[in-house]
């Protein structure tokens, strides 16, 4: 379900649609593909249930890697993604985000693609019920 | 006859009434706890051979629980609820087991003796309580 947030908010964001143009995937990129582009997948989600529901909140943890050629584009996109995302409170397409938080990044490069990779880890809370 | 596989705890809930007659389940409850205990008088004398003899003494419960906290919740009591008997030190009815019939519950009356909500960032709002009891603590098949 968060795929469906992050998507959207990639496509309808202005900084980030500028750069990705679209290019935003779940899962897995093609090879070879024009960029920069997006990857996204869920790695964990864990839930915050009671003894009214098996779960008011799910944390959901979520890996967005952006792929380019250029290291300063996706440094800015970093920033970007980041004030997109964080702390959002916002109802899209079904999904009722309470909030996200950004837990960490890493980066590395591609010797033989040419590409610089950055990943963003971020927590979101959505609501259930 | 109560069930006579092991009881899945998300059934055991407690409820709470003013007047004994009307009963709410504290909701979104993550933990809920009875505890029953009976004092003892050292009756050790010189004759005891160094061993500890007791006698029997008064009897004492306590119930306390957590949860997530959600001020609207119909048909529940809510946390602000509990603050209300606390502030009020008002005489509260307690029920605590499951719901489901011929399941065995315990019920008695007492005072809501603690209540605390914690609150950090980006997390769960959540509050817990304490209750003390008083006088008889009955235990009976749910009806």
């Known amino acids: 379900m968060i795929g469906k947030v992050i998507k959207y908010k990639f496509d309808n964001t202005s900084a980030l649609n500028d750069v990705f143009g679209g290019r935003v995937y779940p899962i897995i990129g093609a090879q070879g593909g024009a960029t920069p582009f997006a990857v996204y997948d869920t790695t964990s989600i864990r839930t915050e249930g009671s003894k009214d529901a098996d779960s008011h909140i799910d944390i959901v943890n979520v890996s967005i890697t952006l792929v380019g050629t250029n290291y300063g584009t996706l440094q800015t996109a970093v920033d970007d993604v980041r004030s997109t995302f964080v702390r959002m409170e916002e109802t899209i397409l079904g999904v009722n985000v309470q909030t996200c938080m950004f837990d960490t990044v890493s980066e590395v490069y591609n010797v033989d693609e040419t590409t610089f990779g950055v990943e963003i880890d971020l927590n979101f809370r959505i609501i259930k019920n | ?143």
């Open chain 2, 1 to 143: 006859m109560a069930s006579t596989s092991v009881m899945n705890s998300t059934d055991v809930v407690i409820q709470v009434s003013s007047d004994d007659v009307t009963y709410e389940i504290i909701g979104k409850m993550t933990s809920a706890s009875l505890a029953v205990s009976m004092a003892t008088r050292d009756t050790s004398t010189k004759d005891s051979a160094g061993w500890m003899e007791v006698l029997e003494g008064q009897k004492s419960w306590t119930l306390s629980g957590e949860g997530l906290v959600v001020y609207s919740n119909s048909g529940k009591a809510t946390p602000d609820d509990l603050f209300t008997f606390v502030s009020n030190r008002s005489l509260v009815y307690i029920k605590f087991g499951s719901t489901t019939s011929t399941e065995i519950a315990y019920s008695g009356a007492g005072y809501f003796t603690e209540f605390s909500t914690d609150a950090g960032f980006e997390d769960n709002a959540t509050f817990s309580f304490s209750f003390q009891g008083t006088s008889t603590l009955t235990q009976a098949a749910v009806a």
